[in-house]
């Protein structure tokens, strides 16, 4: 009966075993990276510097612009190095396309490196931007992890990512500039009413207090 019992035990422990998930690397490259590169170092690290170039402060309808993606700083090579880092870039609108072969396309908002791409720590992009160029607020978000090149995800690994947003050349014409009599109009008003309501209550206070003296 024991014997029955430490084997159901060793097979459940088994079992479990199987289950656990593996840490592994990913120098292929990865979509839907929204909370970082986790599986290297729990979290980012300022000594990622990440440069990122090319991108207006505000587009124009319907144009390509080359992006250019950078990193300095992070985990210190190895000796004789598998690779270098990655990055993962998504962007809320428009369409990422890539600019050579160290880039994949994993749909029209998400880019990251390639196997090629994880030997180097800099990647250029393509961005088209929507052809809306007055109201839409686009919104990005970029990770770049820099490895050491031993192949095992640690924290000797260093990554760290940027976030941001840009609107069109025409955006900033649908937002009304605040009016001076909005601005000091408004304080002077509440002021006022503020004003009369104390000189009411001080004046109902002052009539009771005659009345109890009568």
Not at 29 to 36: D, K, Q, R
Not at 92 to 97: D, K, V
Not at 124 to 148: C, F, G, K, M
């Amino acid at each position: 009966m024991r014997n029955r019992q430490a084997g159901v035990l060793i097979l459940l422990f088994c079992l479990m075993i199987q289950q656990l998930p593996v840490a592994e690397s990913y120098p292929y490259g990865i979509s839907g990276v929204e909370n970082g590169c986790t599986c290297h170092s729990a979290v980012p690290t300022e000594t990622v510097n990440i440069a990122f170039e090319g991108l207006p402060e505000h587009y124009e309808a319907n144009k390509t612009y080359t992006l250019n993606i950078s990193a300095s700083g992070g985990a210190e090579s190895i000796e004789n190095h598998t690779n270098l880092g990655g990055f993962n870039l998504w962007m809320s609108h428009g369409i990422l396309s890539n600019f050579s072969a160290d880039v994949q396309v994993f749909s029209a908002n998400e880019v990251g490196h390639t196997l090629e791409g994880n030997d180097q720590r800099a990647w250029t992009v393509n961005w088209t931007a929507p052809d809306d160029d007055e109201a839409t607020l686009i919104r990005y978000r970029l990770h770049v992890n820099t490895v050491n090149g031993d192949g095992v995800p640690s924290d000797e690994d260093k990554w760290n990512r940027k976030f941001g947003s840009l609107t069109g050349v025409n955006g900033d014409s649908q937002i009304e500039p605040v009016s001076d009599l909005f601005l000091y109009g408004v304080p002077v008003v509440l002021l006022l009413l503020s004003g009369g309501v104390y000189y009411r209550e001080m004046r109902k206070l002052r009539t009771q207090a005659a009345d109890e003296e009568e």
